[in-house]
């Protein structure tokens, strides 16, 4: 599947089975295209995320942007001061240098694929998974990835918007 300079360069199927995945609690990770496969250029994951869950508190980008397609169900987000709420077929920009988070705003499941350009972000899931909650992990991970948190804001977003956040 890699050539030498481990970048695809052949026609490639990725069934929906394909790639390694973890459960962060709600937010859900299926690799599907990593940066050694696109010369670092983006990667791409599946997040299956829980009904009414937060994925993740308000964050900050450094480094990549996400581009999030819908698949199933309803993406809400906060990007900024901006509150969206997305439906099947419909993309959602979060570029780096703005605070977001982001959310299944309804009752069934939501599936999006993320795009994050450039790579290399997409190993920040791998190794969240490993922190099992310790929070001093947690904030070295975020660091390594230049990656700002607030958890501070959970609390608050799951009251406002209804949500729940759901222990790795």
Known sequence: ?????????????????DGDAVDLGGLGVHWKISGGDTGERFAVVHH????????????????EDEYSFVLEGTLGALLGDEVVEAGPGTWVFKPRHQWHTFWNAGDTPCHIIEVISPAGFETFFREMGETRGDMERIAQVCAKYELEMDFESVPGLCERFGLTLPQM
Not at 1 to 9: G, H, K, R, V
């Open 1 to 17: 599947m890699n050539t030498p300079d481990n970048t695809l360069d052949q026609p490639t199927i990725i069934t929906s089975d």
């Open 48 to 63: 299956p995320i829980a009904p009414r869950s937060l994925a993740a508190p308000l964050h900050y980008h450094h480094n």
